[in-house]
Nanobody, 115 residues
Framework: QVRLVESGGGLVQPGGSLRLSCVAS????????MGWYRQAPGKQRELVALIDRGGDANYADSLKGRFTISGNGKNIVYLQMDNLKPEDTAVYYC??????????WGQGTQVTVSS
């Protein structure tokens, strides 16, 4: 059973930073890419950033320059979030894309940006 465990969420003031981590375990296949998505109350889940096992990263256009995704190319992915804004408040989910078109999600971690 593939399991993704996120950590690092919390409450931060506007302008602050947080670093999210996600560790995948139990995968019988190669993890081709890992990424972060977020879902704010009343909104659809949206892509934040993706990184493949070669290190190539893609970001939502609106988040470029403030968020940075990185990983070990195997089973760990990070999301460094800087200059956070109240509109970044959401549940952040980690996703792993495996071979054979399989995908798995983490349980989510809450990020709240508020003064």
């Amino acid at each position: 059973q593939v399991r993704l465990v996120e950590s690092g969420g919390g409450l931060v003031q506007p302008g602050g930073s947080l670093r999210l981590s996600c560790v995948a375990s139990g995968s019988p296949y190669t993890i081709n890419a890992m990424g972060w998505y977020r879902q704010a109350p009343g909104k659809q889940r949206e892509l934040v950033a993706l990184i493949d096992r070669g290190g190539d990263a893609n970001y939502a256009d609106s988040l470029k320059g403030r968020f940075t995704i990185s990983g070990n190319g195997k089973n760990i992915v990070y999301l460094q979030m800087d200059n956070l804004k109240p509109e970044d408040t959401a549940v952040y989910y980690c996703k792993a894309d495996l071979s054979y078109f399989q995908s798995y999600w983490g349980q989510g971690t809450q990020v709240t940006v508020s003064s």
